[in-house]
C-alpha cells in the first residue's frame, strides 16, 4: 500500500479525526449486530495505547440530509463503551460548538463519538465548507478506517482530506487495501474468482476485469441464467436480463478465444417460484418451461469444488441462489465449505458482499477464510478496477 497508514504517524497528544463505518442495524434503540463496530476495534485501541484524543465520525442509515433520531448513533456510542471497557463521549452534533468544546476537552486515549454526518445535506455533497468544519475538530490528522464508505465522495471521507496535514488508512482499511490490492495485482497462482448475485449488470465491470487478472471464474446465482440463455438453453421461469444476452455471448467468446476457464452451473434446483414449497433438482438443460431455477445444483457445487483444488487466490462475492430460504441455501453453503477447504489447503481467500459473508457464518466456516471484506460496494468497485476516492485521497507515503 503506498498511502500513509496510522503506523506511519505520532499520534501522541493529537486530536485525530477517525472517520469510522458504524453503519449498524438497530431495533429499539439498541444495536442488533455490532459486527462493522468490532472490525474498526484494532484501530481504535492502537490509537488509544499511542496517546491519540479521538474524535469518531460515521454516517447511519439515510436521513436524508437531515436529524432523525431514528438514525441517531447515540446507542452506538453505548455499545462502543462496552466494547472498549471505558466511557466513550456522544456529541449530538458532528460540527458547531459543543463537538469543538467536547473535542478539546478530550485526554489522551479519550474518545469521543460525532452524532450521524448525515444528518447534514453537505455530507452527500461533498461541500467543502463542511468538510473544514470536521476538519477542525483534529489538530491536522485524519484517518479513515471506513473501507465501506470508500466509494463514496463524501465530506467526510473526501473533502477533509483537504484541510488535515496528514489522512492516513486505519488498520482495517489497510487490511482491505492489502488483501485485495494483491489479489488484482499480484496473486498467487493460480486464482479463481467465484461471482454470484442476482444480475449481471450489477457486476459487469468486475466479470471484465477479473477475466483480465483471474486464470478462471466460477459463475452461480441468477446471474449464470443470463450467460446459458445467452447459448441457447432454455431456462424457464428462470430470472434473465434479456437486455444483457448480447453482452454475455460477448464475454463467453471473450473467454474461449483466450482460453480462459468460464464454469457455469450443469445442474440447479427449480420450484414453480420462490415460495413454493416443492423442488426439484434437474440437469441445467432439462428445466421445466414452468420452473424457475432457485439454486445450484449438487453436481455443480462438485465442479466448483473441484475447480477450487490447488488454488492459490480466491475472490467470492455473490450467493449461488436465493440463500436466505432454506431450500434453497444448500449451494451457496457448499461453496462456503470448498472455499475454506481450500484456504486449509493453502489458498488466500478472500470474500465479500453481504450474503456471501452471512453464508460463511451459516456454513461455520468464517474463522477458516483469510479475509472477509467489509465493504460491499467499495470491495465490489475495487474488483472492478476503479479507483476508490476515499483510497485516493488519502496521503501517499512519498509525500
Known sequence: MNKLSIRDLDLAGERVFLRVDFNVPLDAGRVTDDTRIRETLPTLRYAMEHGARLVLASHLGRPKGKPNPQYSLAPVAAKLGELLGRPVGFATDCIGAEAEAKSRALADGGVLLLENVRFHAEEEGNDDAFAAQLAALSDGIFICDAFGS???????????????????????????????????????????????????????????????????????????????????IAIGKSLVESDKLELARELLAHA????????????????????????????????????????????????????????????????????????????????????????????????????????????????????????????????????????????????
Not at 476485469?209 to 441468477?222: K, P, S, T, W
Not at 450467493?319 to 441455501?329: D, H, I, R, T, V
Open 256 to 399: 474461449q478465444s483466450r482460453n480462459f476457464r468460464l464454469l457455469l452451473p450443469v445442474d440447479h434446483v427449480v420450484a414453480a417460484g420462490p415460495t413454493a414449497a416443492e423442488t426439484r433438482t434437474v440437469d441445467i438443460r432439462e428445466t421445466p418451461a414452468d420452473m424457475m431455477g432457485l439454486d445450484i445444483g449438487p453436481r455443480t457445487v462438485k465442479l466448483f469444488e473441484e475447480a477450487l483444488r490447488g488454488v492459490r487466490t480466491i475472490v467470492w462475492n455473490g450467493p449461488m441462489g436465493m440463500f436466505e430460504k432454506s431450500l434453497f441455501a444448500a449451494g451457496t453453503l457448499g461453496v462456503a465449505k470448498a472455499v475454506a477447504d481450500a484456504t486449509g489447503a493453502g489458498a488466500t481467500s478472500i470474500v465479500g458482499g453481504g450474503d456471501s459473508v452471512a453464508a460463511i457464518h451459516q456454513a461455520g466456516v468464517a474463522g477458516r477464510i483469510s479475509h472477509i471484506s467489509t465493504g460491499g460496494g467499495a470491495s465490489l468497485e475495487f474488483l472492478a478496477g476503479r479507483t476508490l476516492p476515499g483510497v485516493a485521497a488519502l496521503t501517499d507515503k512519498s509525500k
Open 150 to 232: 470508500a466509494h463514496r465522495a463524501h465530506a467526510s471521507v473526501v473533502g477533509i482530506t483537504r484541510h488535515v496535514r496528514q489522512a492516513a488508512a486505519g488498520l482495517l482499511m489497510e487490511r482491505e487495501l492489502d488483501f485485495l490490492g494483491k489479489a488484482l495485482t499480484n496473486p498467487d497462482r493460480p486464482f479463481v474468482a467465484i461471482l454470484g448475485g442476482a444480475k449481471v449488470s450489477d457486476k459487469i465491470e468486475v466479470v471484465q476485469n477479473l477475466m483480465n487478472v483471474a486464470d478462471a471464474m466460477l459463475i452461480g446465482g441468477a446471474m449464470a441464467y443470463t450467460f446459458l440463455k445467452s447459448q441457447g
